[in-house]
């Protein structure tokens, strides 16, 4: 059951409101990208689609998506500005604060596997911050050190010695060394 573009943005689900399943799909207007791009310490955010899809799993839900976007950052070499595409799919599952799921075991600890997938998120009430979600995994999309392709870094040349001592290193070794003739 496709909603059509939901807006405004942002967007919130209540788990009972989800039924079946929801499909969604996102596409903020400027003024909202523009927000999201100060949110997230970007030049710009050119265009954000986002396909959203929620299903129930246990007593709360499993939100995943595909996010296409474009970005404008600042290249952390050369300090120009450079647009790049990003594409992602994220999957999380929430529960409910009150759901047995997430009561710890009998010593007080989460029952957590190392090697199995990410805990679900507790959700504070009954409501999926989807659109939280999308800029989350967007987010985690952006390189924290952005490299404009092509760019290259270069050493500074060799430090040079701003000590007040160089400067008497300096005239010593012009002087000769010392003493001539003596």
């Known amino acids: 059951m496709a909603e059509g573009v939901i807006d405004p943005w942002p967007y919130s689900?209540?788990?009972?409101?989800?039924g079946r399943g929801l499909e969604l799909h996102?596409?903020?207007?400027?003024a909202a990208r523009k927000d999201i791009a100060k949110t997230l310490n970007l030049v710009s955010l050119e265009s954000l689609e986002a396909e959203v899809f929620l299903r129930p799993w246990m007593d709360g839900a499993e939100v995943s998506g595909l996010i296409r976007a474009?970005?404008?950052?600042?290249?952390?070499?050369s300090a120009d500005e450079f647009e790049e595409p990003v594409e992602s799919r994220?999957?999380?599952?929430?529960?409910?604060?009150?759901?047995?799921?997430?009561?710890p075991d009998e010593h007080g600890d989460l029952a957590l596997d190392p090697e199995g997938d990410d805990p679900?998120?507790?959700?504070?009430?009954e409501t999926i911050d989807v659109s939280g979600y999308v800029i989350e995994h967007l987010a985690l999309e952006l390189d924290p050190f952005p490299r404009k392709p092509g760019a290259v870094f270069q050493p500074p040349a060799e430090p040079v010695d701003l000590?007040?001592?160089a400067a008497l290193k300096a005239l010593k070794s012009d002087s000769g060394g010392g003493k001539e003739g003596a």
């Open 163 to 165: 000590s007040p001592f």
């Open 70 to 77: 474009r970005v404008t950052q600042v290249c952390s070499v």
């Open 26 to 30: 996102f596409e903020p207007d400027a």
């Open 120 to 125: 679900p998120d507790v959700l504070e009430g």
């Open 13 to 18: 689900v209540t788990l009972g409101r989800m």
């Open 90 to 103: 994220f999957s999380v599952r929430v529960l409910p604060a009150d759901s047995e799921n997430t009561s």
